[in-house]
Structure formats: C-alpha cells, structure tokens
Nanobody, 120 residues
Framework: QVQLVESGGGLVQTGGSLRLACVVS????????MGWYRQAPGKRREMVAI???????NYADSLKGRFTISRDNAKNTVYLQMNSLKPEDTAVYYC??????????????WGQGTQVTVSS
C-alpha cells in the first residue's frame, strides 16, 4: 500500500514563506507524477503544481513565480516551496501521487492534508 505523509504546514504572515514536503512510502511501486492540490473553505479542490518523474512541471497560472515544486526521486519525496504568501493562499494542502507496480498503470493516492494559514 502506498502511503503519503505531509509536513511543513503552519501559520505564517503575509509575505512569508513555507516549504511543504511529502514522503511516499510503501514497497515495490513506481511513481509517475507527484504534486500538490489545495482546498480552501467553501471552495473546490484545485491543482497547485505537478511534477513528473522526468522533471517537467505544471503550475496553476495564478501561482507561477511564487510557488516552486521539486522532487527527490531517490527519497520518494516531493516539495512545494511557497514564497510571498497571501491570505488567499490559506487552505488545506494535499499531496498527490500517481503510483503503481506495473509500468504505465498508475493509481492516484492522496495525503491527509496539511493546513496552511496566512495571516494578514
């Protein structure tokens, strides 16, 4: 079974930075895409950033330039560096992974979420 454990959330003032991390554990699996989604109160979950195994990335347009996603394949870990945070970035951030045991067949897995709160 693939398990995701997130860390790094918390309370920060406007303009501050946070770095989220998500460690993926389990046995005998391949990881394709890794990423982050977020969900603010009363809103739908939205994609923040995704990074594929080869390093290609995709960001939500509104977050380009402030957020940076990276991954360490050797550690099965994905990071999200968040800079110049704004109150509207307040949300629960969820780690997302596409993983599987057969090349080309991947399933989606989600972390439990980590709260990010940006005070004004």
């Amino acid at each position: 079974q693939v398990q995701l454990v997130e860390s790094g959330g918390g309370l920060v003032q406007t303009g501050g930075s946070l770095r989220l991390a998500c460690v993926v554990s389990g046995s005998d699996f391949l990881i394709n895409a890794m990423g982050w989604y977020r969900q603010a109160p009363g809103k739908r979950r939205e994609m923040v950033a995704i990074i594929w195994r080869g390093g290609n990335t995709n960001y939500a347009d509104s977050l380009k330039g402030r957020f940076t996603i990276s991954r360490d394949n050797a550690k099965n870990t994905v990071y999200l560096q968040m800079n110049s945070l704004k109150p509207e970035d307040t949300a629960v951030y969820y780690c997302y992974v596409e993983a599987g045991r057969v090349p080309g067949i991947f399933y989606a897995y989600w972390g439990q979420g980590t709260q990010v709160t940006v005070s004004s």
